[in-house]
């Protein structure tokens, strides 16, 4: 499913990864995640995008057991906000025979923190990845996407959320 919504990043845990991250346990690995909380600040275009995207998910819901489908990271309490996030790694239990790893870039870890967890029986996969882009005017006026720091994401920004990207 892709979905685009436009909003304000209320909250963030980006990478880099400190140096000095101490979650190498196995059971906070598989958690380790980079994540957005997003804002529409009640515009009527992101509340749509928010309905649309409950309607989906309460519609995927049925199709699986109780429990069985991973929250989608709607606040239920607050009624304009959502968490977009991914995991950094993927157990090597959980992978397919043909995925490989695909090692990380410097923006992403810059001090190896993540490639060391990757000895701890974890990859990182295609569907660990996100593209971090930032979208530019060229002198031709026409609009490109460009890399972009995650580090460079600041709360109160509007941003652009595609999904996946």
Excluded at 6 to 18: G, H, Q
Aim: with cysteine; proline share 5%.
């Amino acid at each position: 499913m892709v979905f685009t919504i436009e909003e304000f990043i209320n909250n963030k845990d980006l990478p880099p990864l400190a140096s000095d991250k101490k979650s190498t346990s196995n059971t906070k690995i598989q958690f380790l995640k980079q994540s957005v909380k997003l804002t529409g600040l009640s515009t009527d275009a992101f509340s749509r995008a928010l309905r649309a995207v409950k309607a989906i998910n309460t519609v995927l819901d049925r199709a699986f057991a109780e429990g069985e489908l991973q929250d989608w990271g709607i606040d239920r309490n607050n009624e304009d906000t959502i968490d977009i996030g991914n995991r950094y790694l993927t157990p090597i239990k959980d992978v397919q025979v043909d995925e490989t790893h695909i090692p990380f870039k410097k923006d992403i870890d810059p001090f190896g923190t993540l490639a060391k967890m990757v000895k701890a029986g974890y990859i990182r996969t295609a569907d660990n990845v996100v593209n971090y882009k930032k979208k530019r005017t060229g002198t031709d006026g026409k609009a490109r996407l460009e890399p972009f720091a995650p580090k460079a994401f600041e709360r109160g920004t509007l941003y652009l959320a595609k999904c996946p990207s």
